[in-house]
């Protein structure tokens, strides 16, 4: 039995080192993967975790981040066509036993799911906290609920 | 006692058209505000809200979706400080009761609320999303707890 796991990240932007700083704070061992180096700057000085510098589409930079070895595997970067796509590649070739991928068009989450790929939509997410403002709101407000 | 809202909504992108879409869908009377005529096409047929094309900063488009009547106002462009600034004219100009903005910098979320102002942040939700498919991982992989 582990007590931590190995957590490989593509995409170090908000959410991507948001996650990446938190889980290497709790004591899992975390490699973040990103093409533009600057974005390491969002890790946090205490992160003690791996930076791959490169584009995770390519088999070398998959490897290089030990994908084998992973837990777990999360496909962050703002392209849902390059989510699907690492998050495939670490699904099938490298047999990752928990892949999640976050998805922006909620069309898309289906093609996902048959993938075998679990998927978290910001957008849909976003939308139905909205909407339950708005029916709480109508409640505070004394509208009538249909 | 109303048995529909006046929802304005700042912004028609994918978040904003959802919205828009099925805020209509369920007979509110919503308004919807874009710089980009184009947004539009993401409006279903069958919405039957109005569309404003313009600035919302400007407080001419503002008066022309008639901001007063507005029991609720969203701010959902991709622009934290459009949705900042919009949010708190709706609020602070207009009294609209219940104003939400979506903001993407968790770090600015306190900004907002010192204002007034609710905020929705989906780096937020999704980074808690994919920490909670981490913990359930674990569980299910035989992972220690700590």
Do not use: W
């Not at 931590?4 to 995409?11: A, E, F, N």
């Not at 997410?125 to 909407?131: C, D, G, Q, S």
């Amino acid at each position: 039995m582990k007590n931590s796991l190995y957590i490989v990240i593509v995409g170090c932007g908000r959410l991507g080192s948001h996650l990446a700083n938190q889980l290497s704070y709790v004591g899992h061992s975390v490699v973040v993967i990103d093409r533009d180096e600057a974005t390491f700057n969002g890790l946090s000085p205490d992160f003690s975790g791996f930076r791959v510098e490169g584009d995770a589409t390519q088999m070398a930079v998959m490897k290089e981040a030990k994908l084998k070895r992973a837990d777990v595997f999360f496909a962050t970067t703002h392209e849902d066509n390059v989510n699907l796509m690492v998050a495939q590649v670490a699904r099938k070739v490298f047999n990752v036993p928990h892949v999640l991928a976050r998805v922006f068009d909620p069309r898309r989450e289906h093609v996902y799911n048959d993938l075998g790929i679990e998927t978290i939509c910001p957008t849909s997410v976003a939308a139905e906290m909205f909407l339950l403002a708005v029916a709480s709101g109508r409640a505070a407000m004394g509208v009538a609920q249909s």
